[in-house]
């Protein structure tokens, strides 16, 4: 979808998803100590917002104005700031290792388009920083409920885990959790990864070589 596709899903008054952020970015991110993060595809601002009410400095990009529009005023009615960028994360280039949390979350793109953008968010990770990109698995088609029905805009752990050359997974794992419809409670799968940016080991310079102690006192006689 394009940007004039979620400017018309955005549009109304009220938010198309709820205010409550996604349950699997509070449980990754609730043990983090507060710092930089960048929410990629942030759409409303729920995440962004959240994590500004945690303390968090939040970079919100999104490319569809009407959503960014409703983000702002979620902040503002939650009494947080956070930096809104309106910005196609096909082309966004954010600054590289500037954040200590960079947030995927339910972005769904073909699969080289997906791959460009969670490579380029992977860029933007800082050492010691964690990168969390969460989505619908492709095993949701057949055994979950909800999201895409587009098998080819779907991923795996697997897939995520390929996309970011250069960080350490932590996990890349599917997670099930439980929707409440119309019909009752359902189960929705995702495919969840975390990686982080290991510092680079400190480079070892080469050691002097040894050299002889000098001699302290009387010279020692050896007899032949």
């Known amino acids: 979808m394009e940007p004039e596709d979620w400017n018309r899903r955005y549009d109304g008054p009220d938010l198309v998803w709820t205010a409550e952020p996604n349950r699997i970015l509070v449980s990754e991110v609730e043990p983090m100590a507060p710092a930089h993060a960048l929410d990629l595809g942030c759409g409303e601002g729920r995440n962004a917002v959240w994590l500004a009410k945690q303390g968090w400095s939040v970079t919100g990009v999104d490319f569809s104005?009407?959503?960014?529009?409703?983000?702002?005023?979620?902040?503002?009615?939650?009494g947080v700031s956070a930096e809104w960028v309106s910005a196609?994360?096909?082309?966004?280039?954010?600054?590289?290792?500037?954040?200590?949390?960079?947030?995927?979350?339910?972005?769904?793109?073909?699969?080289?388009?997906?791959?460009?953008?969670?490579?380029?968010?992977?860029?933007?990770?800082?050492?010691?920083?964690?990168?969390?990109?969460?989505?619908?698995?492709?095993?949701?088609?057949?055994?979950?409920?909800?999201?895409?029905?587009?098998?080819?805009?779907?991923?795996?752990?697997?897939?995520?885990?390929?996309?970011?050359?250069?960080?350490?997974?932590?996990?890349a794992e599917r997670v099930r959790r439980q929707v409440s419809t119309d019909a009752g409670e359902r189960t929705a799968i995702d495919a969840v990864l975390r990686a982080e940016r290991r510092p680079s080991a400190p480079s070892v310079?080469?050691?002097?070589?040894?050299r002889p102690a000098p001699r302290r006192g009387r010279p020692t006689t050896v007899r032949v």
């Open 88 to 171: 196609d994360l096909r082309d966004y280039q954010p600054e590289e290792s500037a954040f200590d949390l960079v947030v995927v979350l339910y972005l769904h793109l073909p699969p080289g388009e997906r791959r460009a953008v969670h490579t380029t968010a992977a860029t933007a990770v800082r050492p010691r920083g964690t990168l969390l990109v969460v989505g619908h698995d492709l095993t949701n088609l057949s055994e979950g409920y909800g999201g895409p029905q587009d098998p080819s805009i779907l991923f795996t752990p697997d897939d995520l885990a390929g996309d970011v050359p250069g960080l350490t997974i932590v996990k």
């Open 65 to 78: 104005d009407v959503g960014l529009a409703k983000a702002r005023r979620l902040a503002e009615a939650e």
């Open 205 to 210: 310079q080469p050691a002097e070589a040894a």
